[in-house]
């Protein structure tokens, strides 16, 4: 049986190129966590594909996902992503055209695959 696990987080380095706006990382942890250290991880519990939830380390901005889309871009037959965008002024003028979705606090949450 294949299996897949639906939600992981992966992140870089805190850089000047891909700075960390905040400092939520898991309990315990520090550093980073790579999209190699994942699949390495995934090849240790037999996992074949992952899916990679932009974490919050990266803020809401235009670079939000910009961490996941380099780690399915480098493992894109083990890799997914799941990215999140602001969507605040599409929201308050749809008038339910996301009634559907996961849209919270103007954040709509949406899949992402390398092209």
Request: hydrophobic share 35%.
């Amino acid at each position: 049986m294949k299996v897949v696990d639906t939600h992981t987080h992966a992140w870089g380095r805190d850089t000047n190129e891909l700075p960390w706006e905040a400092t939520i990382l898991p309990p315990g942890w520090t550093g980073s966590y790579t999209a190699h250290d994942l699949v390495a991880d995934m090849d240790a519990a037999s996992v074949e594909e992952s899916v990679i939830v932009s974490t919050p380390l990266y803020g809401r901005g235009l670079r939000a996902n910009e961490y996941t889309m380099r780690a399915i871009e480098a493992y894109p037959e083990r890799l997914w992503g799941l990215g999140s965008w602001t969507f605040s002024v599409i929201l308050s003028k749809s008038e339910g055209i996301f009634a559907g979705s996961s849209a919270t606090n103007g954040c709509l949450e949406c899949g992402c695959t390398p092209a």
